[in-house]
């Protein structure tokens, strides 16, 4: 029986108890396509407007509480689910950094395909438990699927696997907990207690830390290893760290190198690392979150030489891959590394067999209850064709080198770091500290909504970063920043 509601109907909330399938959170199908459609329309606009609007659009604490108030205890009788919408699209959803816009250029900007958001809706809406083979035979299919396709991308060998997660912080942490319980079986039998050691340098992502120390590694076993001018992980250096810990009792776990890393797109020695790993018989993991699907790009290929030697391998398809949030990716060359250290079963799960070849994805991680994050990939993929993921990541390769170039050629700025992977670092010329006049730039460029920009330092000096990456912005809109940001320097000198 299908819930009747009024004219305008959607802002009412049904009646509990009227029509005999009702229940206190249902809507009837009308209010439901209305709803759906009012909401996919206000996603088209704000996509097909969105280079119009400021790259920006924050409020603080105080002005939120002012403008939006709050119901606070959550209210007891609904508005009705049409004027939810209208508030969370007219009120919440706007007060945000529009990550998706061509001139949001700070951290990661993130730009994902229609298919992709409209993939996510769907796994909402199908209500996918993506946990078992039994709860999702089908979107489990997929996943298998789309990481195959990942793992011939970057080149790992047939049997690798893994699992989607929510992100690269998930996936490095699933990867350093895995090599330390592998460490951990190795060294079982020995006598002496166990002290299990991790390495990356300086530059590698503030996740591996955390990662180490939710893992219970005590602080004189996470070695964070100096990086030189060139910003790279040291194999040399790795080598003398893994020696003397070898000679001071500690068990080496894991060595993460960055391809590339978060602050300048910059790659560790991939290859040198892998030889150094398989002689010290250490687990080799690459967080390739940030720069790992520039494999799809010729260049970005050779620059990534290595990759596919990793044990395992962190993948952020909510990056270079064009996907909404949260779609990450952890690859690992035995799956059984995954299995051996997540895979608990208690009773109330023992009817979730596997048949041959069937994934129980809940067993690689720590997130039983998971959605179908693949099918976002997926759904992109098919409708666009690889090849057009592939002209997308080269663009931003060649973007962020012309960004390079142009800024060389500046009287008022100059290049700390050269393009890597889509993000150039750069800032202020000027025989002072730069990092007056870089905020000053930093603010007026955000303050007039031209472009948002992150800052970063390098060794300690202050610096500026363009993280170059959605195929929306344009050689204009680079001209349009840099020449404001030049603008900027001249009047500060005035
Ligand atoms: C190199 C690298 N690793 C890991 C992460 C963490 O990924 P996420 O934010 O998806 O958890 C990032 C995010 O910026 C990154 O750049």
């Avoid at 590694?217 to 070695?223: F, K, Q, S, T, W």
């Avoid at 079963?345 to 129980?360: A, H, I, S």
């Avoid at 002209?391 to 050269?418: C, F, K, Q, Y």
Wanted: with cysteine; net charge negative; aromatic share 6%.
């Amino acid at each position: 029986m299908i819930l009747e509601t009024p004219p305008t109907g959607v802002n009412v909330p049904p009646e509990p108890g009227d029509p005999e399938d009702a229940t206190p959170l249902s809507l009837s199908p009308e209010a439901m396509r209305e709803l759906g459609y009012r909401a996919v329309d206000a996603l088209v606009e704000r996509w097909s407007t969105l280079d119009e609007g400021r790259p920006w659009n924050g409020a603080s604490r105080s002005e939120l509480d002012e403008r939006l108030g709050a119901a606070v205890p959550a209210p007891e009788q609904g508005e009705g689910a049409a004027a939810a919408l209208d508030a969370a699209l007219t009120r919440i959803l706007p007060v945000a950094a529009r990550v998706d816009h061509p001139r949001f250029l700070a951290y990661i900007p993130s730009a994902p395909t229609w298919p992709s958001v409209l993939a996510d809706f769907l796994a909402a809406g199908f209500n996918i438990f993506q946990g078992t083979w039994q709860g999702a035979s089908g979107p489990g299919h997929v996943e298998v699927e789309v990481l195959e396709w990942f793992r011939s991308w970057v080149g790992m060998p047939a049997g690798t696997s893994g699992l989607f997660t929510s992100g690269g912080s998930a996936a490095n942490a699933l990867a350093l907990v895995a090599a330390r319980e592998s460490a951990l079986r190795r060294v079982a039998d020995a006598e002496s207690p166990f002290r299990p050691a991790v390495y990356f340098s300086d530059q590698a992502h503030s996740s591996l830390l955390r990662a180490a120390r939710a893992a219970g590694i005590d602080a004189d076993g996470i070695r964070i290893l100096e990086t030189g001018p060139d910003l790279r992980l040291d194999p040399d250096a790795v080598r003398r760290a893994l020696t003397a810990d070898l000679a001071a009792g500690f068990t080496p776990a894991l060595v993460a190198a960055s391809a590339g890393a978060t602050n300048t797109g910059t790659i560790d020695p991939l290859g040198a690392l892998a030889d150094l790993c398989a002689e010290f018989d250490v687990h080799y993991h690459v967080d390739a979150a940030y720069g790992g699907f520039a494999v799809l790009d010729e260049g970005g290929r050779k620059a990534l030489d290595g990759i596919g030697r990793a044990d395992s391998v962190t993948l952020d398809p909510h990056k270079w891959l064009f996907q909404p949030f949260e779609c990450g990716c952890l690859l690992v060359r035995d799956p059984t590394l995954l299995t051996r250290v997540f895979r608990v079963t208690p009773e109330y799960l023992q009817d979730t067999v596997q048949g041959e070849g069937e994934v129980n994805f809940g067993e690689r991680g720590i997130q039983l209850t998971r959605s179908f994050r693949a099918l976002k990939v997926w759904m992109s993929v098919r409708s666009f064709g690889l090849g057009a993921f592939r002209s997308a990541v080269t663009a931003g390769i060649e973007l962020a080198r012309a960004s390079e170039e142009r800024i060389r050629a500046s009287a008022e700025l100059e290049v700390v770091t050269p393009a890597s992977l889509g993000i150039v670092v750069w800032q202020a010329r000027t025989d002072a500290d730069p990092e007056a006049l870089n905020r000053r730039i930093q603010e007026v460029l955000a303050g007039e909504g031209t472009a948002l920009l992150s800052s970063t330092r390098i060794h300690g000096r202050h610096a500026l970063r363009l993280c170059i990456l959605n195929p929306r912005l344009r050689r204009s809109d680079i001209e349009e920043i840099v020449a404001r940001a030049e603008a900027v320097v001249r009047e500060a000198g005035e």
